[in-house]
C-alpha cells in the first residue's frame, strides 16, 4: 500500500495555465508538507499544514495555493505558471506538528514542465 | 537560522569499496540531524536519524553516522558500497525551535564497477 500518494506523476502545461497536484496519506499523520525540488536538486519547503491548519508558509509567490479539505489530503493548486515553476513537487508527511524529530515520508514526487 | 552543507556535490566509489559522504550543520542548540536517499526518479527514504544519546547511528541498508558536536559535522558512511547505494544523498537539520528542515544541496553518489 502506497504511503504518500501524489497525481499526477508528470504534468505538462503551457505558460499562464493553472493547474492542481493532489497529494493523499494513508499514514494517520496530522502533519503535510509541500517541498519544491529545483533542477539543481535543492530542496525547500514551501508549505505545511497541522490537522487542516497551515503551519508554514515560506517565501512563495502567491499563485501557489495549498488546500487540505482533511488531515490526509493537502493540494496544491499553481495560478498564472510560469517558465520557473517547472520543478519536481513533493509531497511529504509525519506524525506530529513541524519542528518535532519525527520522520517525514515523502511521496514520489509531480515533475512539472511548463513550456 | 540553520543550515546544512554538503561539500561534494558527486563522488564516485568503486563498488566495494568504503564510502563516507560529509554533512556538517550550523545550529545553536542541539540539532535533529537526518540523512534521506533519493534514487532516480523517485521520492526520498529516511536512511537515519539523530535525536540524542549514542552519537553513532546505525540505519538502513547497512549505512551508519556519526554526530560530531565539536565539528558540527553528521558524516554518513558506509563500509562497502554496492552498485544499487547510486542515488543522491540529502543530509538534513531540523530542531525543535524550528518548525521546517533544512535540507542541503545533496551530494550525487556514482558507483563504478
Known amino acids: 500500500d502506497t504511503a504518500v500518494s501524489q497525481t499526477p506523476k508528470y504534468l505538462v502545461t503551457q505558460m499562464g495555465n493553472d493547474k492542481s497536484i493532489k497529494c493523499e496519506q494513508n499514514l494517520g499523520h496530522d502533519t503535510m508538507y509541500w517541498y519544491k525540488q529545483d533542477s539543481k536538486k535543492f530542496l525547500k519547503i514551501m508549505f505545511s499544514?497541522?490537522?487542516?491548519?497551515?503551519?508554514i508558509n515560506e517565501t512563495v509567490p502567491n499563485r501557489f495555493s495549498p488546500k487540505s479539505p482533511d488531515k490526509a489530503h493537502l493540494n496544491l493548486h499553481i495560478n498564472s505558471l510560469e517558465l520557473g515553476d517547472s520543478a519536481v513537487y513533493f509531497c511529504a508527511s509525519s506524525q506530529g506538528r513541524p519542528g518535532s524529530y519525527n520522520e517525514q515520508f515523502f511521496g514520489p514526487g509531480t515533475r512539472l514542465t511548463v513550456l | 537560522a540553520q543550515s546544512v552543507t554538503q561539500p561534494d556535490i558527486h563522488i564516485t566509489v568503486s563498488e566495494g569499496a568504503s564510502l563516507e559522504l560529509r554533512c556538517n550543520y550550523s545550529?545553536?542548540?542541539?540539532?535533529?540531524l537526518f540523512w534521506y536517499v533519493q534514487s532516480p526518479g523517485q521520492g526520498l527514504q529516511l536512511l537515519l536519524k539523530y535525536f540524542s544519546g549514542d552519537t553513532l547511528v546505525q540505519g538502513i541498508k547497512g549505512f551508519e553516522a556519526e554526530f560530531k558536536r565539536s565539528q558540527s559535522s553528521f558524516n554518513l558512511r558506509k563500509p562497502s558500497v554496492h552498485w544499487s547505494d547510486a542515488a543522491e544523498y540529502f543530509c538534513?537539520?531540523?530542531?525543535?525551535?524550528?518548525?521546517?528542515?533544512?535540507f542541503g544541496k545533496g551530494t550525487m553518489l556514482l558507483v563504478s564497477p
Open positions: 545550529y545553536g542548540a542541539t540539532p535533529y
Open positions: 538534513a537539520v531540523g530542531s525543535s525551535g524550528y518548525s521546517t528542515l533544512t
Open positions: 499544514y497541522n490537522n487542516k491548519e497551515l503551519i
